[in-house]
Nanobody, 124 residues
Framework: VQLQASGGGLVQSGNSLRLSCAASGFTLDNYDIGWFRQAPGKEREGVAC????????YYRESVKGRFTISRDNAKNTVYLQMNSLKPEDTAKYYC??????????????????WGQGTLVTVSS
């Protein structure tokens, strides 16, 4: 069972990135999937989560309207589209599978599985 996040990079403020979370060894659409981030010296933050049961999505307040989480079941991949990026979005981003609850993931960003993360750096 493995999750691999990719798509990070260095962008200027206001630009966009799309992160991908690919799974091997299990089928992502059977699980709630969340994205969390962690900046150096800061606590982990839940960013977004997509429910497997009803497709509902949940977002951190600071990214609402800018980030979109989605699934492509045929590719066994979950995406995080990030628009209008800000310097405060700079962090390493991780995807996590099977949190206790997608609804609470934003405040308690934990999951049974997660990968190595991908670094997002937003310059001003």
């Amino acid at each position: 069972v493995q999750l691999q996040a990719s798509g990070g990079g260095l962008v200027q403020s206001g630009n966009s990135l799309r992160l991908s979370c690919a799974a091997s060894g299990f089928t992502l659409d059977n699980y709630d999937i969340g994205w969390f981030r962690q900046a150096p010296g800061k606590e982990r933050e839940g960013v977004a989560c997509i429910s497997s049961s009803d497709g509902n999505t949940y977002y951190r307040e600071s990214v609402k309207g800018r980030f979109t989480i989605s699934r492509d079941n045929a590719k066994n991949t979950v995406y995080l589209q990030m628009n209008s990026l800000k310097p405060e979005d700079t962090a390493k981003y991780y995807c996590a599978a099977d949190p206790p609850s997608c609804r609470t993931f934003i405040t308690i960003p934990v999951g049974d599985y997660w990968g190595q993360g991908t670094l997002v750096t937003v310059s001003s």
